[in-house]
């Protein structure tokens, strides 16, 4: 079993960028596939990013392909979210999770959350 806690979120001007960072307990951090989504008021969590056990392998939503960038510091058992160019509509709460396998764009195949952490972009 994994716990995770998000940190890094707040108040950014569109165009400006923040950095995620997502600090799992346990010694096994290097066995699980992360992923990051974000939920918006009155819409569905969705899937921004993940990214493999080594980090060699990353996937993204179209929606921020070269925009956000997702890596991992298996020593540090941490995995981040830098956000750039951010648009009022990254507006939302982004949560870290964790799972056993290949990684996956569906929410339900993970396993362990995070808390969230609020990110809110102005124009």
């Known amino acids: 079993q994994v716990q995770l806690v998000e940190s890094g979120g707040g108040l950014v001007q569109a165009g400006g960028s923040l950095r995620l960072s997502c600090a799992a307990s346990?010694?096994?951090?290097?066995?699980?596939?992360m992923g990051w989504f974000r939920q918006a008021p009155g819409k569905e969590r969705e899937f921004m990013s993940a990214?493999?056990?080594?980090?060699?392998?990353?996937n993204y939503a179209d929606s921020v392909k070269g925009r956000f960038t997702i890596s991992r510091d298996n020593a540090k058992n941490t995995v981040y979210l830098q956000m750039n160019s951010l648009k009022p509509d990254d507006t939302a709460v982004y949560y870290c999770?964790?799972?056993?396998?290949?990684?996956?764009?569906?929410?339900?195949?993970?396993?362990?959350w995070g808390q969230g952490a609020q990110v809110t972009v102005s124009s």
């Open positions: 990214i493999s056990r080594d980090g060699s392998s990353t």
């Open positions: 346990g010694r096994t951090f290097s066995t699980y596939t």
């Open positions: 999770a964790a799972r056993i396998g290949i990684m996956i764009v569906r929410d339900k195949a993970y396993a362990y």
